[in-house]
């Protein structure tokens, strides 16, 4: 498919300008990440083109919950974060997706001491940083949230600049956008890479030499970049999530104890829990919920959330987030005209509007992330995946 069949599709209130003219970039992968970074760099007047092996959002961003929120404790971490949900708000809209504002609470329960002293540490950190974060004992939380089951709280965290949206949505409008602003996208397109010159090898050998690679192929970003090689110090894993059907309008929880989140969704709530931490392979993992997933966490949701016990489930499935030895992202240039973006451990949709923008930013000869460099490590380090959603005491 090329980027004529595409409706012409405008967002937020970017300026266009002519910065990116005579760069030739390749964008491997229609995800969230790889698509805003192609808008970006379209908008800039480079000549971007946005492969996909299979259709747009078909990685793990057509398959991610949506939660989006600024809490975290490292400085970075906030900014970028608080980039995002800036840009969630100025492109969502009726022509576009919604992002729906949501509080986030997160919580640690009585008795799991070390969780509650890294929450109150977490919250004090966020004010340090400027981010908007209140503590709550357990009822402060029931006054302000009625739907929350309480008593068995030590505390939470609420960060009040958050939200959720459709995650395919996004994807799908920030592709549409690259190509308004002059792109061109090639799905069912599974390119190969190769370096030193950066080029993508197509399907049928066409090799196209390009100024830039971005790879932003998601779990299959390791073995796209072995292939070419180069070795990544980053490992697929699997994790599940659910829709069932109960009404919840607010908030969106994550319960540091129990392991899950949830989030309001139009058809009930969503809900998903950790991390399976071993390496899973992108070609054989299962896409289905584990047969026992469903009612173990619903009945941790329905203990947190009562009402959810009215409702049936509605879906479960599976997907693969990716980790790194750090837990930090590797973002930005691996060698000479090859860039790449993974590893950002189940918080990558969240992130995707701003680290978009900035890939677009170091491609055209700006300063890349340094704390997210992806080459700080070798590639051969031994590491174990470990929990996605444990709680930040970066
Ligand atoms: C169940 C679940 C819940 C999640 N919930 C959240 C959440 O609430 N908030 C959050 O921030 N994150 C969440 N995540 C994590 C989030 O989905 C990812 O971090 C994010 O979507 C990664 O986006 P991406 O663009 O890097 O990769 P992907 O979305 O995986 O995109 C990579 C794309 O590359 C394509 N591709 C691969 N190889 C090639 C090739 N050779 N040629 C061309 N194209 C290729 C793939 O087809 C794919 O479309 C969740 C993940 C899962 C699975």
């Known amino acids: 498919m090329s980027g004529s069949d595409e409706p012409e599709m405008v967002v937020g209130a970017d300026a266009f300008t002519d910065r990116g003219a005579g760069l030739e970039v390749a964008v491997v992968g229609a995800g969230a990440v790889g698509a805003t970074a192609a808008y970006d760099l379209a908008r800039e007047g480079a000549d971007v083109t946005l492969y996909d092996r299979d259709t747009v959002a078909s990685g793990a961003s057509g398959r991610a919950a949506g939660i989006c929120y600024d809490a975290f404790a490292d400085g970075l971490d906030a900014e970028i974060a608080s980039d995002a949900i800036e840009r969630f708000r100025a492109f969502s809209g009726d022509d576009t997706f919604p992002f729906v504002e949501c509080p986030y609470v997160w919580l640690a329960r009585e008795g799991d001491a070390d969780r509650a002293d890294a929450i109150r540490e977490q919250v004090r950190r966020m004010q340090d940083n400027e981010i908007v974060a209140l503590e709550m004992d357990a009822d402060a939380l029931a006054d302000r949230f009625p739907a929350l089951r309480t008593d068995d709280v030590a505390v939470a965290g609420i960060a009040g600049a958050a939200g959720y949206t459709d995650p395919a949505k996004y994807t799908a409008c920030l592709a549409a956008a690259a190509t308004g602003a002059g792109g061109t996208l090639e799905t069912e397109t599974p390119v190969a890479v190769r370096t030193d010159p950066a080029r993508v090898v197509h399907p049928n050998g066409e090799v196209r030499e390009v100024d830039a690679v971005l790879v932003a192929a998601g779990a299959r970003t390791k073995a796209l970049l072995a292939d070419a090689g180069i070795s990544l110090a980053m490992k697929p894993y699997r994790v599940q999530a659910l829709v069932a059907d109960a009404t919840l309008a607010e908030p969106m929880c994550y319960d540091a104890s129990g392991d899950f989140y949830l989030r309001p969704h139009a058809d009930g709530v969503l809900a998903g829990d950790g991390t399976e931490e071993r390496e899973a392979d992108p070609d054989a993992y299962d896409r289905d919920a584990d047969p026992t997933f469903a009612d173990d966490l619903l009945e941790r949701v329905t203990h947190r959330v009562p009402r ?3 409702g049936d489930l509605e879906r ?14 590797l973002v930005g240039q691996i060698d000479e005209g090859l860039y790449v973006a993974t590893g950002f451990q189940g918080h990558g949709f969240m992130r995707s509007p701003a680290i978009g923008a900035r890939l677009a930013e170091e491609i055209l000869g700006g300063a890349g992330i340094d704390a997210f460099d992806p080459t700080r490590f070798d590639g051969d ?7 996605g959603m444990a709680l930040d005491r970066d």
């Open 381 to 387: 380090e031994s590491f174990d995946v470990v929990e």
């Open 308 to 310: 959810v016990a009215d």
């Open 316 to 329: 479960a499935w599976a997907g693969l987030c990716t980790a790194t030895p750090d837990r930090d992202p």
